[in-house]
């Protein structure tokens, strides 16, 4: 009982870490990339990443955690996966418009649940399926406006669903199979993810935005924004690899979308951005979702430990 407690207790620790730091990077970024005129995305996260590999490479040193050895070709291999994952991301970006983009984001969910059957035989109920199916209606009415295909974008949305959904599968799967914690897997990680996002970031930022990443004049506020950026990432990352670990890759995505709530709530109420009652609709039909899913998987947990 005591240890299903202190379970249940790092499980909130962690999502609150994630929705809170998150929702921060978020508002940090927009000020960097729109008010401040930096938009090398790509190149910012890579940067992210080797912050975070530096910042626990001395937490180790310190004895914060121990490191546990994992196979060179695996914790290889994920790396990469993630940085390629990233990278896609970004580009799906720039080829997309915004409204096919978030479908993008959307359609993560309903991959991972189809990858997870299939391949794992993970189960979910026709009650998680429902609460999942209310919170895309909602997020999907409160932050999708235009829908323009072309050939070019569609391609590189699929291939970015499919390595985001690997990836967060890995995630969880390697943590549980192997007996490594969040902190080091993503340590082991983190050094192939930067050096893949390092070599192609400025590539991918350049053909973006047509602008170099190095001649890019840095002022004194923008490298602040930037190191906050870095230091706020250390914590998004940490949260991401614990959320994924101590829940699901499909518990992740839902908190994501939480996190999308919130952002639109922030950028309404302290950047001035535009709301309408659509966003407002959407994202009170995205909680009730979201609270759908929470109930459901409670209640479902608590069945199975009976």
């Known amino acids: ?97 915004i409204g096919f983009y978030q479908m993008t ?35 999907g009415i409160a932050s999708i406006t235009d829908l323009q295909l072309n050939l070019v974008g569609s391609v590189l949305s699929l291939l970015a669903i499919a390595t985001t959904c690997v990836g967060q599968i890995l995630t969880n799967t390697i943590q549980k199979r192997l007996n490594v914690s969040s902190t080091q897997l993503l340590y082991h990680s983190a050094p192939y993810q930067a050096a893949i996002l390092f070599v192609s970031g400025p590539l991918v930022d350049q053909f ?10 840095y002022s004194a506020v923008v490298s602040a924004f930037i190191i906050l950026s870095c230091l706020i990432a250390v914590s998004v990352n940490f949260s991401t690899f614990l959320v994924i670990g101590k829940t699901s890759p499909v518990t992740y995505q839902v908190l994501g979308h939480l996190k999308t709530c919130l952002v639109l709530g922030f950028g309404y109420t302290l950047l001035h951005d535009p709301f309408t009652e659509r966003n407002i609709v959407g994202i009170l039909i995205a909680i009730f979702g979201m609270g759908l899913y929470s109930y459901f998987c409670t209640h479902e947990n608590k069945k199975t430990e009976q």
């Not at 929702?23 to 960097?32: E, H, M, R, T, W």
């Not at 993970?122 to 919170?135: A, D, E, P, R, T």
């Not at 973006?208 to 004049?217: D, E, G, H, R």
Request: positive net charge; contains cysteine; charged residues 10%.
């Open 1 to 97: 009982m005591v240890e299903t407690s202190r379970f249940q207790m790092g499980v909130i620790g962690a999502l609150a870490l994630s929705v809170a730091s998150s929702v921060a990077i978020v508002i940090c970024n927009k000020a960097l990339m729109s008010n401040l005129g930096f938009p090398f995305a790509t190149t910012l996260t890579s940067w992210h990443l080797m912050v975070t590999f530096c910042t626990l490479h001395v937490a180790q040193k310190f004895n914060v955690f121990e490191t546990k050895s994992i196979e060179m070709k695996t914790i290889v291999l994920f790396g990469i996966l993630n940085g390629v994952s990233i990278g896609l991301l970004n580009l799906s970006l720039g080829f997309n418009s």
């Open 105 to 139: 984001k959307l359609a993560i969910i309903p991959f991972t649940v189809l990858l997870e059957t299939a391949f794992l035989k993970k189960q979910f109920s026709q009650k998680i399926k429902l609460s999942l199916f209310v919170l895309l209606l909602g997020v």
């Open 208 to 217: 973006l935005t047509k602008q170099n990443v190095f001649a890019y004049k």
